[in-house]
């Protein structure tokens, strides 16, 4: 049976801009993560050498130097591993501030409001909300989009507006919006074309 080659990751770029760095673990770390699952491997000290091998020298002098990191013949190594890089590359936040950071979040000039959607997940994500995070997020799109008429519709709808249901009228809102862009952009061609025709034949 013939084997698929499995691409390699890139390592972690533990040296980059520090006010992303938390940012970029996740997204790296996700990466790994399929890549494991795509391999198959499951043994605990496997994944945790994959996981070292592909994060780089970086990572190596990072994770051997956290107390407490560094466990062999465990069956939860690599879930120690994680948790412990976790700490180091995203320490925790104040619920509280990152509240307020998700307050501040806006739709910007330009942006789809899929674009906008992922933002607030993203930091809401770090909100704790819990049980009330569809809540959450409705009361935060109601109040910081951009479409009067999806503010509109939204309010109209009162409180059986649900998420999925605003992501729908969103994303048709979006595209009539474009739609009638495209449509306002053609040029009357066809009028012209009969005018002209009109007078032509007046000048005979």
């Not at 590359?89 to 501040?104: A, N």
Request: glycine fraction near 4%; hydrophobic fraction near 35%; charge should be negative.
């Amino acid at each position: 049976m013939a084997t698929v080659s499995m691409p390699s990751l890139e390592n972690f770029d533990c040296d980059g801009d520090q006010s992303s760095v938390g940012l970029r673990w996740q997204k790296w770390k996700r990466a790994l993560q399929i890549y494991l699952d795509a391999a198959g491997i499951e043994n605990s000290d496997k994944r945790k050498a994959v996981l070292l091998h592909f994060g780089g020298i970086g990572l190596q002098e990072i994770f051997y130097n956290l107390p407490g990191a560094d466990v062999t013949d465990n069956e939860n190594s690599y879930d120690i591993a994680i948790e412990k890089l976790d700490d180091y590359f995203t320490p925790r936040q104040s619920k509280v501030y990152e509240r307020h950071l998700f307050r501040l979040l806006k739709q910007e000039n330009g942006e789809k409001f899929e674009k906008f959607l992922i933002r607030l997940r993203h930091q809401a994500a770090k909100c704790q909300f819990s049980t009330s995070l569809e809540e959450q997020l409705v009361d935060q799109i109601t109040e910081k989009c951009l479409s009067t008429d999806l503010r509109k519709k939204i309010l109209a709808m009162g409180d059986t507006a649900s998420l999925n249901t605003i992501i729908a009228e969103a994303n048709s809102l979006e595209t009539i919006e474009r739609q009638m862009s495209e449509f306002n952009e053609k040029p009357l061609a066809s009028t012209s074309g009969i005018i002209n025709a009109v007078a032509t034949r007046k000048n005979k």
